[in-house]
């Protein structure tokens, strides 16, 4: 991938299946905040689109050492009038929610585990809008448009298509602490998504640009 220039792009984001990560608390269950997908979440997913998935999956998360070895960096995906489906029932599949690891036992025997749960998906259509920085997928990949997986279960369709007047856009200022920056936070919804003041596309990209 290295015959390809590092670009910054305008990206918009298109829902075609439903999907829920546990973002919220809700009562029994969780919900997904409909009006954002992070900076994570899309580069990762880019990464299973156009590298595959990695080898060796870690058993516990290190989003700086992964993070580096990726040649994209992208704002937070931002919507503005998403929508939620009713609550559905899920079972928990725990190798695949949390891995069948000791703490993972230890509370499934306590009593106070529950195997299933109720989670609000963000519904069909919900749309987002953000930059990325660093090879152009639709060049690589030579159409104007693709489809990516995200979610538990990877049950979310994303179609990411080009977007050529993002004006203003949203960092995730928990990664940029990763890489040592510290940005201005306007909110967070958790400790993994806290949305930052709105940047210009220009400004956007040259604190990108830091996180390498």
Do not use: C
């Not at 998935?53 to 290190?62: C, E, G, I, Q, S």
């Amino acid at each position: 991938m290295s015959q390809y220039h590092q670009e910054t792009l305008g990206i918009t984001a298109r829902v075609l299946t439903p999907f829920y990560y546990h973002g919220l608390y809700a009562r029994d269950g969780s919900a997904t905040h409909p009006n954002v997908i992070t900076d994570t979440a899309f580069m990762f997913a880019l990464r299973a689109t156009l590298l595959g998935t990695p080898p060796v999956l870690r058993a516990k998360p290190d989003y700086k050492a992964d993070l580096k070895n990726l040649p994209w960096r992208a704002s937070l995906l931002m919507g503005t009038t998403n929508s939620m489906l009713p609550p559905v029932r899920h079972t928990i599949d725990v190798a695949r929610e949390g891995g069948y690891h000791e703490n993972m036992q230890k509370n499934m025997g306590s009593g106070n585990f529950k195997g299933t749960f109720f989670v609000h998906e963000v519904a069909v259509g919900a749309s987002y809008e953000g930059i990325l920085l660093g090879p152009d997928p639709f060049k690589i990949l030579k159409s104007k448009r693709f489809i990516m997986r995200v979610g538990v279960a990877k049950q979310g369709m994303l179609e990411i298509s080009p977007h050529k007047s993002v004006k203003t856009v949203r960092l995730n200022t928990a990664t940029a602490k990763l890489f040592g920056r510290d940005l201005k936070e306007a909110y967070r919804i958790i400790d993994t998504i806290r949305v930052s003041q709105a940047l210009s596309q220009n400004e956007a990209t040259e604190e990108l640009r830091l996180w390498y």
